[in-house]
């Protein structure tokens, strides 16, 4: 089944504990990308990456990074989280360079930073 | 960069009449305007886009304009179900995939 996964779906920690949300896609996507949600500010790309070993920053970057060694996984690293990165969390992928453009969205990961 | 507005932000209709959510784009290089519905507790999933050479595309109930000269674009759906509860949110983007910038979102509740 094709399909965009990431772990963990909750998780709830501290300021400062570093952490990493987990992206990974079977589609042979080449366009992968980070979304947060925030109530009435709509989906805001954290970074995006259009193919292994590269990547770029969106909008809402500070705070973030990311890798991309593989084609399929796309992890998402907070070094030192803080209670403004408290947040519903997407990634998605998409093909690049076609036409069938649609990004497919993982299940969401909720964030919770205290 | 592209700054995209949506409106209104709440939306409330009476099972089978229609609902229109607007878009507008600051970007006038954006060739790509897709349409994301989120039912709650799920993730977005594309309904309908549109390229900017067209300027209108159906798919059963729901439609989309686009106005390149005025740099708006629409959703209408007609005949709205009550499963058409959700929040549904405009993008644009110059190429097609990076660089999408997303509306604010409308939440619409349709009453039966």
């Given at each position: 089944?094709?399909?965009?996964?990431?772990?963990?779906?909750?998780?709830?920690?501290?300021?400062?504990?570093?952490?990493?949300?987990?992206?990974?896609?079977?589609?042979?996507?080449?366009?992968?990308?980070?979304?947060?949600?925030?109530?009435?500010?709509?989906?805001?790309?954290?970074?995006?990456?259009?193919?292994?070993?590269?990547?770029?920053?969106?909008?809402?970057?500070?705070?973030?990074?990311?890798?991309?060694?593989?084609?399929?996984?796309?992890?998402?690293?907070?070094?030192?989280?803080?209670?403004?990165?408290?947040?519903?969390?997407?990634?998605?992928?998409?093909?690049?360079?076609?036409?069938?453009?649609?990004?497919?969205?993982?299940?969401?990961?909720?964030?919770?930073?205290? | 960069?592209?700054?995209?507005?949506?409106?209104?932000?709440t939306l409330?209709v009476?099972?089978?009449?229609?609902a229109?959510i607007?878009?507008?784009?600051?970007?006038?290089?954006?060739?790509?305007?897709?349409w994301y519905k989120q039912e709650l507790g799920k993730r977005p999933q594309?309904i309908?886009?549109?390229?900017?050479?067209?300027?209108?595309?159906?798919?059963?109930?729901i439609?989309?304009?686009?106005?390149?000269?005025?740099?708006?674009?629409?959703l209408?759906i007609?005949?709205t179900q009550p499963e058409d509860s959700a929040v549904y949110f405009?993008?644009?983007?110059?190429?097609?995939?990076?660089?999408?910038?997303?509306?604010?979102g409308t939440r619409l509740t349709v009453?039966?």
């Amino acid at each position: 089944e094709a399909q965009v996964t990431q772990n963990p779906r909750y998780l709830i920690t501290v300021t400062g504990k570093k952490l990493t949300v987990t992206c990974s896609q079977n589609m042979n996507h080449e366009y992968m990308s980070w979304y947060r949600q925030d109530p009435g500010l709509g989906l805001r790309q954290i970074y995006y990456s259009m193919n292994v070993e590269v990547t770029d920053k969106g909008d809402v970057p500070e705070g973030y990074k990311v890798s991309r060694k593989e084609k399929r996984n796309f992890p998402l690293i907070l070094e030192s989280p803080s209670p403004n990165q408290t947040s519903l969390y997407f990634c998605a992928s998409s093909l690049f360079g076609t036409s069938k453009v649609e990004q497919y969205f993982g299940p969401g990961t909720r964030l919770t930073v205290t | 960069g592209e700054n995209v507005e949506q409106h209104p932000s709440t939306l409330s209709v009476q099972e089978g009449d229609s609902a229109v959510i607007k878009c507008t784009y600051s970007d006038s290089a954006s060739n790509y305007f897709p349409w994301y519905k989120q039912e709650l507790g799920k993730r977005p999933q594309l309904i309908i886009d549109i390229r900017s050479n067209v300027g209108e595309k159906k798919d059963q109930r729901i439609a989309v304009t686009l106005n390149k000269t005025a740099k708006h674009f629409s959703l209408h759906i007609t005949e709205t179900q009550p499963e058409d509860s959700a929040v549904y949110f405009c993008a644009a983007s110059k190429r097609a995939n990076n660089d999408m910038r997303f509306g604010a979102g409308t939440r619409l509740t349709v009453k039966p």
